[in-house]
């Protein structure tokens, strides 16, 4: 009986060893930085955050929650859920459910054929032209005038229609793709993220949502969380599901680990790497990867970064260099501050602060 109960205390103990991230020693770190952070939070200076968590070589070093938010809130942090089309791409190329993201996106799309405003170019787009916002479609969330933003297509019923239908763009101001960096020009939109969510589901010829408990949540033991769908009941891979901080920091931590938790390899690191390359330069210095933005933080000296992003201010950062995830939830929605915001809590207060950990 003493061997057994011997055994049992052993196997906990040892489970909570090998985790990939340690939530027992949060806020042990008394660094006045982030206490200083944490008080001008509290003060409401950065309006709706309500959340930050911080990990440091896969231990939770700071996790607090503000205005009425708590260990167990999910939260909507909009666009930044975009990054799980990413995370379900790699999974189900490394079953052989789709041969590569180069594939051609109308070898699953079939039944939206024949597509309005027919163009040879059309049939040429890849996966990888969603997952880097780069399609050739006139589709650009940041041009309220663009036939493919996303308040028109949410009064669609089929997203992925809505999509293939658009014309071919043109390239009116700024470099064309063959002149830009990377040979691609960046284009914003909810639709090309959501498609993806419907080219899988036909790959693997089953429930999206069933795929991803399976290869993602169960293995991350991710089980608390309320999910958004498309009009047609598919996975809403452009946004809107909410999770809680500490699954946020599991999903990022999971990109730090290079797709790896517990010994098991949930993604291929050669997934990981494509997706936080740069691919295409979105704005002046910010790169984009597989629906991951790619930017350097820091105060006296920056840091590269690549992270989920999403409408309020909210972010899911990895920072290799420093070997720290973060997570940064708010409520900020339409805010022009919001992420100036959540850039200065990053370049102020958690990356100097990580840095005097390095040394």
């Given at each position: 009986?003493?061997?057994?109960?011997?055994?049992?205390?052993?196997?906990?103990?040892?489970?909570?060893?090998?985790?990939?991230?340690?939530?027992?020693?949060?806020?042990?770190?008394?660094?006045?930085?982030?206490?200083?952070?944490?008080?001008?939070?509290?003060?409401?200076?950065?309006?709706?955050?309500?959340?930050?968590?911080?990990?440091?070589?896969?231990?939770?070093?700071?996790?607090?929650?503000?205005?009425?938010?708590?260990?167990?809130?999910?939260?909507?942090?909009?666009?930044?859920?975009?990054?799980?089309?990413?995370?379900?791409?790699?999974?189900?190329?490394?079953?052989?459910?789709?041969?590569?993201?180069?594939?051609?996106?109308?070898?699953?799309?079939?039944?939206?054929?024949?597509?309005?405003?027919?163009?040879?170019?059309?049939?040429?787009?890849?996966?990888?032209?969603?997952?880097?916002?780069?399609?050739?479609l006139e589709c650009d969330d940041s041009n309220w005038h663009s036939r493919g933003h996303e308040e028109r297509m949410y009064f669609i019923?089929?997203?992925?229609?809505?999509?293939?239908?658009?014309?071919?763009?043109?390239?009116?101001?700024?470099?064309?793709?063959a002149d830009a960096p990377y040979g691609r020009r960046f284009a914003y939109a909810s639709a090309k993220a959501a498609a993806v969510a419907?080219?899988?589901?036909?790959?693997?010829?089953?429930?999206?949502?069933?795929?991803?408990?399976?290869?993602?949540?169960?293995?991350?033991?991710?089980?608390?969380?309320?999910?958004?769908?498309?009009?047609?009941?598919?996975?809403?891979?452009?946004?809107?599901?909410?999770?809680?901080?500490?699954?946020?920091?599991?999903?990022?931590?999971?990109?730090?680990?290079?797709?790896?938790?517990?010994?098991?390899?949930?993604?291929?690191?050669?997934?990981?790497?494509?997706?936080?390359?740069?691919?295409?330069?979105?704005?002046?210095?910010?790169?984009?990867?597989?629906?991951?933005?790619?930017?350097?933080?820091?105060?006296?000296?920056?840091?590269?970064?690549?992270?989920?992003?999403?409408?309020?201010?909210?972010?899911?950062?990895?920072?290799?260099?420093?070997?720290?995830?973060?997570?940064?939830?708010?409520?900020?929605?339409?805010?022009?501050?919001?992420?100036?915001?959540?850039?200065?809590?990053?370049?102020?207060?958690?990356?100097?602060?990580?840095?005097?950990?390095?040394?």
């Open positions: 009986m003493k061997f057994k109960f011997l055994l049992f205390i052993f196997l906990i103990a040892s489970t909570q060893l090998f985790a990939q991230l340690d939530f027992s020693n949060a806020n042990k770190n008394t660094d006045p930085l982030l206490v200083k952070m944490d008080s001008i939070v509290d003060s409401g200076k950065y309006e709706k955050i309500t959340s930050i968590l911080i990990a440091k070589d896969g231990k939770l070093v700071y996790e607090n929650y503000y205005n009425g938010s708590n260990v167990n809130s999910k939260h909507n942090t909009r666009s930044a859920t975009k990054t799980m089309a990413t995370f379900l791409t790699g999974i189900a190329i490394d079953k052989g459910f789709v041969t590569s993201e180069k594939d051609k996106i109308f070898k699953y799309l079939q039944h939206t054929l024949p597509v309005k405003n027919p163009d040879k170019r059309k049939e040429n787009i890849t996966i990888e032209d969603l997952l880097t916002m780069t399609s050739v019923e089929d997203w992925t229609q809505f999509l293939v239908d658009l014309p071919v763009r043109s390239y009116p101001f700024g470099l064309k793709p419907e080219i899988l589901q036909i790959a693997i010829k089953s429930d999206l949502v069933e795929f991803t408990k399976k290869n993602l949540f169960e293995p991350l033991e991710i089980k608390d969380y309320t999910l958004n769908y498309s009009p047609k009941g598919i996975l809403n891979t452009a946004g809107g599901s909410e999770y809680r901080s500490r699954d946020f920091l599991k999903l990022i931590q999971l990109c730090l680990n290079k797709g790896k938790w517990n010994d098991e390899q949930i993604i291929s690191s050669a997934w990981i790497e494509k997706a936080t390359t740069p691919k295409v330069n979105a704005y002046e210095g910010v790169d984009y990867g597989y629906f991951l933005w790619l930017k350097s933080f820091g105060k006296e000296k920056k840091y590269k970064t690549y992270y989920m992003s999403g409408n309020g201010g909210n972010k899911m950062l990895a920072c290799p260099e420093l070997n720290i995830t973060v997570v940064i939830t708010a409520t900020n929605y339409n805010n022009r501050n919001s992420h100036n915001y959540t850039d200065e809590i990053m370049n102020e207060y958690i990356i100097p602060s990580m840095v005097k950990l390095k040394k």
